[in-house]
């Protein structure tokens, strides 16, 4: 089976990439199937710059090409927070309930039509011999005010697409797909896909 690397630490993601990989035949492989332990320090502002910065510092590194995702939850009342620092923002330790506990607490009291947010996804494709490519993806949705569902990462049990009428960890894989920032970016990628899987299946 062709293999794919994606560039992340994230398990919750590779999930989100194994169902939308699957169709067109490819594992999907990570940073924890690899032996050495890879974590690209995200410096940048945008999701642009650490989507890129992740995809070429892993790309460089193991001689292959990578697909690399930044992604994160944009809350308008926030002023666009927690942004970049998603992963991060309830400390450095990466922790998902305490990330949603921050943000349910922060928008205690604030009222539904107050709760608008998005997810964004940037995939940036870095390869040897290739100038690399960044393809985005959007999903809009409100902040619930209790979590709901078990399915996904993140904050995924607090986020209402009211395109499916459900919370996003209440859909099963395939629908968050169908919706979902990362399913988005990956149909922009897919425009490119001729050219791009044809170098990732040469490569392994
Ligand atoms: O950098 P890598 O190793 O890929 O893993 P990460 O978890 O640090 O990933 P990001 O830096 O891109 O931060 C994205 C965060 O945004 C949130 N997020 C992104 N996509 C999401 C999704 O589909 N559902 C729920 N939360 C999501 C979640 O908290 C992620 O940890
Ligand atoms: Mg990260």
Redesign the pocket.
């Known amino acids: 089976m062709k293999k794919i690397l ?5 398990k ?2 590779a999930k ?1 990439f194994e169902s939308l990989f699957g169709p067109y035949g490819f594992e999907v492989q990570t ?1 924890n199937d690899l032996e050495q332990d890879i ?2 320090e ?1 410096t940048g502002v945008t ?1 642009e710059e ?2 890129v910065l ?1 995809a070429e510092t892993v790309s460089k590194l193991l001689g292959i090409m990578v697909i ?6 944009e809350i308008d009342k926030l002023q666009g927070a ?1 942004g ?1 620092y ?4 309830a400390g450095e330790a ?1 922790n ?1 309930e305490a ?1 949603i506990d921050k943000v349910l607490s922060e928008l205690q009291g604030v009222p539904e039509e107050e709760r608008a947010a998005r ?1 964004r ?1 940037v995939l940036a494709v870095a390869g040897p011999g290739i100038e690399t490519v960044t393809f985005s993806g959007s ?1 809009e949705g409100t902040i619930l005010e209790e979590r709901r569902g078990s399915n ?5 049990p607090i ?1 209402y697409s009211p395109e499916k009428g459900r919370a ?1 960890a209440e859909l099963s894989p395939q629908e ?1 797909g169908q919706i ?3 399913g988005a970016a990956l149909r922009q990628l897919e425009a490119r896909l001729p050219q791009l899987l044809d170098a990732l299946g040469g490569q392994q």
Request: charged letters at 30%.
């Open positions: 994606i560039a992340t630490n994230n919750g993601k989100d940073l974590d690209v995200e999701f650490n989507a992740k690399a995702d930044d992604s994160g939850l927690p970049v998603s992963a991060r923002y990466k998902d990330n997810f996804c999903c996904g990462f993140g904050y995924d986020f996003m968050k979902s920032h990362r």
